[in-house]
């Protein structure tokens, strides 16, 4: 891992802790996705509210400083989960 990367990252995990304190969103670090070059950030279902795009715009700067193609990205759901309950849906309503 670059030290820009690093840097990137541990920007990403205090955001999500300011982020809680601040408006009660439950965000945690997911990933650095070097294909898109987007770091993800997971948004619990349980959040007490949702996340907005003026909750990010610092972490955005911030990174944006480091480098200018890296962005944040926010994922709402557990794609693993979903998927899981898609297909024991599907086996238990026999649609396969």
Known sequence: MT???KKATKLCQQACDDIYMK????????YF???VKT???FESE????RV???MLEEL???ISNINKRWYVGIKRINLEAW???QLSSKLKNKKF
């Open 33 to 35: 996705d070097s294909e």
């Open 39 to 41: 770091f993800y950030l």
């Open 23 to 30: 408006y009660d969103v439950d965000l945690s670090y997911d």
């Open 46 to 49: 349980h959040s007490a509210n």
């Open 83 to 85: 998927e899981a309950s």
């Open 60 to 62: 955005r700067n911030q």
């Open 3 to 5: 030290e820009d990367l």
């Open 52 to 54: 907005k795009p003026y």
